[in-house]
């Protein structure tokens, strides 16, 4: 099932093309990484980490917030944007500026052409045994801008299918620092992150996912 083609990428500082209009930068978000994690801490301060419910009813083992103008939710009615964050009432914090640089600076290295800055920033937060089964990100209007994914703290396993569930997928570690940027014909791969584990060697005790999206 796992043909893994990026066992020995790790030390890459190169652009790594996953797909025509994928690309893994290595490292590229590590010089601001603290910054980028104090961002966190302090977005989360107003609209906290929850464990959102699936429309399934499960409740979902990542913790999730948001910043930007609008917030990814999940509840028994279904995934959509929101404008509010739903345990506040309060409009989402701001995206922090250097996010947007990022994200601009990040699609500049990889490639792809000018589009339009992000208006809404999933933060996901993985305690270790946390894991996000396999799925599409589709609830977003416009998928010729690539959404910019950022990875910090413990090292997860990605899954990186194709556009069918079915589909065999690879696998690779992304770790703090790594960015992952994938649009257009690559946009509605399924994927996932397998359970992440604990390392006693590393300082942080979750796994943090920033995804920079154009949704509306
Ligand atoms: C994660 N990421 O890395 C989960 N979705 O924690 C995603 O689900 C994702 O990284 C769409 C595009 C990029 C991603
Ligand atoms: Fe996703």
Redesign the pocket.
């Known amino acids: 099932m796992t043909a893994d083609l990026f066992a020995d990428d790790s030390a890459a500082s190169e652009p790594l093309r996953l797909g025509e209009e994928a690309v893994l930068l290595r490292g590229f978000a590590l010089d601001q990484a603290d910054a980028l994690l104090a961002d966190i801490t302090a977005i989360t301060t107003r609209a906290p980490f929850r464990h959102m419910v699936t429309p399934g009813g499960k409740s979902m083992s990542?913790a999730t917030s948001s910043c930007g103008d609008l917030g990814w939710v999940s509840d028994l009615h279904g995934y959509r944007y929101a404008s509010a964050d739903p345990l506040t009432d309060l409009p989402w914090p701001a995206t922090p500026e250097r996010w947007l640089d990022l994200a601009e600076r990040a699609k500049r290295a990889a490639g792809f052409a000018d589009s339009s800055a992000p208006d809404a920033c999933l933060i996901?937060r993985?305690a270790p045994g946390a894991r996000?089964s396999l799925?599409q990100?589709r609830d977003e209007r416009d998928f010729g801008v690539p959404?910019v994914?950022v990875?910090l703290g413990l090292s997860?396993v990605?899954l990186w299918g194709g556009n069918r569930r079915a589909d065999p997928y690879r696998t690779m570690v992304?770790s703090h620092g790594d960015v992952?940027l994938?649009g257009g014909v690559d946009r509605l791969r399924f994927?996932?992150?397998k359970p992440v584990a604990q390392d006693a060697s590393c300082r942080w005790e979750h796994?943090f996912?920033i995804?920079m999206r154009k949704a509306a």
Do not use: E, K, M, P
């Open positions: 990542v996901n993985y996000l799925h990100d959404i994914s990875s997860a990605f992304l992952l994938w994927h996932g992150v796994r996912n995804t």
